[in-house]
């Protein structure tokens, strides 16, 4: 959540600053604002409502400081204003930060600043930091320190020690005009590097199109940046060397290329994003291979049990992971939300092998969930988008998906590349057990390497998906049903429906619904069936036919011949093993969602309330 950006370096640094936040736009936010250092103070331009409000500052255009840090705020502590908007500057107007996370013992350091005299103008937990580095840097040990860069680190320092919860900082004071000082933990950071001048960033596609050579902070590790030079600390201010990392990612792929929004350019990526996530792992009549990971037979026949730990949908691509690694495998497997997992007990162990999905690498519950099975002996896998993120840091082995960047904040081609992957990586796991017959995997092989073409006749006809939607797209609830691994991807149908048109909807195992939930439905009530399973269509389809003669309308989504029926739409996809049928079935759910969100003039890419990188618990 929320977006950080920095520069330092000879150009004028507004322009830049302002640019990298429309670059995290997508991430979700409701304020946004910019410090930089002019030839007499810090000045600061911040207002509640979108990045392009700042144009409209009255000044904004007159600042010319070389310096700058920048953000966008998604509230948690106090509603959007103006005043709660970042950057925060402490009392005596030489501090400056903006920072992105949670402080847990905000109150607390609020109490303590007030009884030594210092006053607050928001109700953010963030204005406690300049103020406490102000704090130290008068009144603590470096305060009788000559050096001044060493007094400024020192007060962020013991500022930062203070903190209890999650944070990303950049920091910046008149006392030291010519720097930057940054320090992550559990909230991501990265800073890029250029010929004379350096960046910051919360995430790469902000500040992609400057450099493609980054530096990925870790936890508790401090930077002093300055122009033509980067300084490393560990958190006892111990300085080291740290290498650079390149990141090959096209800068024009987080553009719209003509698209009219982010999230139909990356409906329409797919096919390539699952080619990418393909790549050269494996070819027919030979082996999987993860040349980034070592798991043993021996390892694997002691491995007793499997979890799949994510939120949202990444979470729903466990779900269609638990059937691949039992069915291939033949290892039982769970699949656990992470915020619930960290707080059950888990039963975990040496034998125990915990994946965890995350699309950005940074989501603050799945981090917290690895941990915590590190801690108990079990092996740690991280499955994520990008490379160096903080889940690939701290997990044993991690493996990418290679999607490219994805913008809109509603998942689609990351979803597809996540369940691609773990098909993979399922095939490789029974391939060093022998779990599973060799022309089976061969055929799944085969399926998997015509997705990408099968995804493109899909999308080669997208009418009557949106003619549908122009029908139901003032409709209060929707549902959708299906059995098996139809089940695992209606639960990622109904989470795209609610999270970009705001229609509520509910999915449920086809089955379970003469358990309760039929008591919902009634005349005109748009249910939503998916059926590509041979083995179980006509259960699914009597399912279906319950729905239909207490008055739903219909639209069902298959891969098979039904019997004649009265459904009122049929969307047909191509045919596939039922195992990874969600990433050809998930394609009209997701463009139906699109078009519903468009009918009703909504913010496709940005929608309300949410982020792309959920980094706060």
Not at 476 to 493: H, Q
Not at 540 to 547: A, L, T
């Amino acid at each position: 959540m929320c977006g950080i950006v920095g520069y330092i370096g000879s150009k004028k640094a507004t322009p830049i600053l302002i640019d990298g936040l429309m670059s995290l736009e997508y991430r979700g936010y409701d304020s946004a604002g910019i410090a930089t250092i002019e030839k007499d103070a810090i000045k600061v331009m911040k207002d509640k409502g979108r990045v392009k409000n700042l144009y409209n500052l009255d000044g904004i255009d007159k600042l010319s400081g070389t310096v700058g840090i920048a953000h966008t705020r998604w509230a948690t502590h106090g509603k959007p204003s103006k005043e709660n908007a970042h950057p925060h500057m402490d009392n005596s107007g030489k501090f400056v930060v903006v920072h992105n996370g949670i402080i847990e013992n905000y109150a607390d350091l609020r109490d303590f600043l007030i009884s030594k005299g210092y006053t607050f103008l928001s109700e953010t937990d963030t204005e406690v930091i300049p103020n406490l580095i102000h704090y130290y840097y008068t009144n603590g040990p470096v305060s009788v320190l000559k050096d001044e860069s060493e007094k400024f680190l020192g007060a962020v320092k013991s500022a930062v020690y203070d903190l209890k919860g999650s944070y990303a900082i950049e920091a910046i004071s008149t006392i030291c005009p010519d720097e930057v000082i940054v320090v992550r933990k559990d909230s991501p950071l990265v800073i890029g590097k250029a010929d004379g001048e350096n960046y910051i960033a919360s995430d790469i596609p902000a500040i992609l199109k400057y450099t493609k050579e980054f530096y990925l902070l870790d936890d508790n590790e401090f930077a002093i940046i300055k122009s033509n030079n980067i300084r490393f600390f560990d958190n006892s201010l111990v300085e080291h060397n740290k290498a650079v990392k390149n990141i090959e990612w096209d800068a024009n792929a987080a553009g719209k290329d003509g698209y009219e929004d982010y999230m139909l350019k990356e409906i329409f990526e797919q096919p390539t994003s699952i080619r990418e996530t393909i790549g050269s792992r494996f070819r027919l009549g030979e082996k999987c291979s993860f040349d980034d990971i070592e798991i043993s037979k021996e390892y694997l026949e002691n491995v007793n049990r499997i979890f799949f730990v994510a939120c949202g949908t990444a979470m729903h691509a466990g779900l269609v992971g638990k059937n691949l690694m039992e069915k291939l495998c033949h290892i039982p497997t769970e699949v656990d939300i992470a915020s619930e997992f960290r707080y059950r007990n888990p039963i975990i162990d040496e034998h125990t092998l915990c994946i965890y999905i995350s699309q950005s690498g940074e989501t603050a519950d799945t981090i917290a969930a690895l941990k915590l099975a590190k801690s108990k002996g079990a092996k740690t896998l991280a499955i994520s988008n990008v490379i160096g993120s903080s889940i690939t840091r701290e997990a044993d082995y991690s493996i990418y998906t290679h999607a490219g960047p994805e913008i809109a904040v509603a998942s689609t081609k990351a979803y597809t590349s996540q369940v691609v992957l773990v098909a993979i990586l399922a095939m490789h796991f029974a391939e060093i057990l022998g779990s599973s017959d060799k022309l089976e995997i061969e055929s799944l092989k085969k399926d998997i390497i015509d997705l990408p073409s099968k995804i493109e006749q899909i999308l080669d006809n997208t009418e009557p998906i949106k003619d549908f939607a122009k029908k139901i797209y003032t409709e209060k609830d929707m549902f959708f049903l299906g059995r098996g691994t139809d089940y695992s991807v209606a639960l990622e149908g109904s989470l795209k429906l609610k999270e970009i048109s705001y229609i509520h909807s509910e999915a449920y195992a086809a089955g379970e619904l003469k358990h309760g939930p039929i008591a919902l439905i009634e005349n005109g009530v748009t249910v939503i069936g998916i059926v590509t399973d041979k083995n179980l269509v006509e259960k699914s389809i009597s399912n279906i036919q319950e729905v239909i003669t207490r008055g739903a309308k219909t639209l069902v989504i298959t891969n098979q011949i039904l019997p004649n029926n009265n459904f009122d739409y049929v969307i047909n996809i191509p045919e596939t093993n039922p195992l990874i049928s969600p990433i050809l079935s998930v394609v009209p759910m997701q463009l139906l969602s699109y078009y519903i969100s468009k009918f009703k003039g909504l913010d496709v890419d940005k929608p309300r309330n949410l982020a792309k990188s959920v980094t706060v618990e």
